[in-house]
């Protein structure tokens, strides 16, 4: 306890006697974090919860359908509902195929990539003239696929599944609140049509060939059998194309942000004030270790 003591005391001491140069080093890191916490920009983050949208059309017509068009997205053959249906609309999302589409709606791909900053104000986003020019539409730099895939798709994009209900968090991160919650409403948007087109072509391929079945047999029992199937098959071809929300069903739609969501700058001032008051103790303790060893010798 004593030692504790003595040690306290000399750490003290040498605080009074190198008090300049531990300030300095305390004050000099401190304000770089201070710096850097009102330097780095706002990012926004919109949110929305989805679910998967399981109506039931009669018959046969459920999970499957769905899960059939999301694998014929990326050339997969799926039987029945092995595959949870969020699990796999994440994969889809998360896909670079699903991104190439979104990247060709427009003004997405500069919104996404070439910004630079944004105007709160004005609620204007402004962008960099050395990657992309807003007055001809023309890119200047061209950016690779996989950078933007990677660094401005996948790292802002959150997709979370409830376990315990199966439900659907997505949100994405942006400069601009606007574009966030527009770019998940997109994304939502895209999914859904794309699945829907997928079962629709699948649904009529599957009826041209029951309608040419059915004309070239002529037992009842099988043509009976084959009306059904065509009867589901009709039947998955107008739900597909009336249902709007087709795969993923909206609950709590996205909102534009009035509030950032990163950087958290109370946490980086207060990490810069502890790091600062930890480095100027390490060098009033190196200092003092330093000149005992001098006394001693």
Known sequence: MNEIKIQIKMLMQGFKDHYIVAVSIFVFLFTIFVTAAF?????????????????????NFSVASPIEGIGALGGINLGGNSVDPIDYSIAVIK?????????????????????KNYDKEG???YFNTNVYNPETSEWIKDINFLKIHNDFYIKNLNLTKNRSNGFLNISFNHVS???????????????????????????????????????????????????????????????SKTKAEYMLETIDPAFIPNKA????????????????LISSTLYVFIKNSSEEKDIDF
Do not use: H
Not at 101 to 111: A, F, G, M, S, V
């Open 177 to 239: 609140p606007e574009f966030s919650k527009y770019f998940i409403d997109l994304i939502v948007e895209e999914l859904n049509k794309a699945i829907s087109i997928v079962d629709i072509n699948n649904s009529e391929k599957r009826l041209e060939l029951l309608i040419q079945r059915s004309n070239q047999n002529t037992k009842r029992e099988v043509r009976d059998a084959l009306s059904r199937l065509i009867e589901n098959e009709f039947k998955k071809i107008a739900y």
């Open 39 to 59: 330097v780095i920009e706002d990012k926004y983050q919109a949110n929305a919860l989805l679910k998967y949208s399981d109506e039931d059309v009669g018959n």
């Open 261 to 276: 969501y990163y950087p958290n700058r109370l946490l980086i001032i207060l990490l810069g004030f502890v790091f600062g």
């Open 95 to 115: 896909s670079r195929i699903f991104l190439e589409q979104l990247l060709e709606k427009p003004n997405i791909k500069r919104n996404l990539v070439a910004y």
């Open 123 to 125: 609620k204007t986003l």
